[in-house]
């Protein structure tokens, strides 16, 4: 997975006002079935991964694990979900 290219996709997510941060808000968007792909950081504790993965699997939503300082060098807070909402962007993301 090229870093600096998934960085980039983030940034312009965020941007553009296409992402949930959090997990009550990313669970809300799965639910919701407003959810693409679901950013989940390796050091999420043990509840929020599994409550995160259950959704992903049940709604059928893409769910990428990635290193702990990505989430936060992009939002620049300690969120450690992190969803984007169905656009081009998160098709791009997908196929990194």
Known sequence: MDKQKLQSYLGF????????????AVLLNIRNQK???VLLDRDAAYNTKKQIANACHTYNVRLIE???????????????TLAIKASPLSEQIKQL
């Open 13 to 24: 997510a965020l941007r553009a006002g296409l992402c949930a941060k959090g997990s009550e």
């Open 35 to 37: 959810a693409d792909v």
């Open 66 to 80: 990635v290193d702990e300082d990505l989430l936060f060098h992009v939002t620049k807070q300690n969120f450690k």
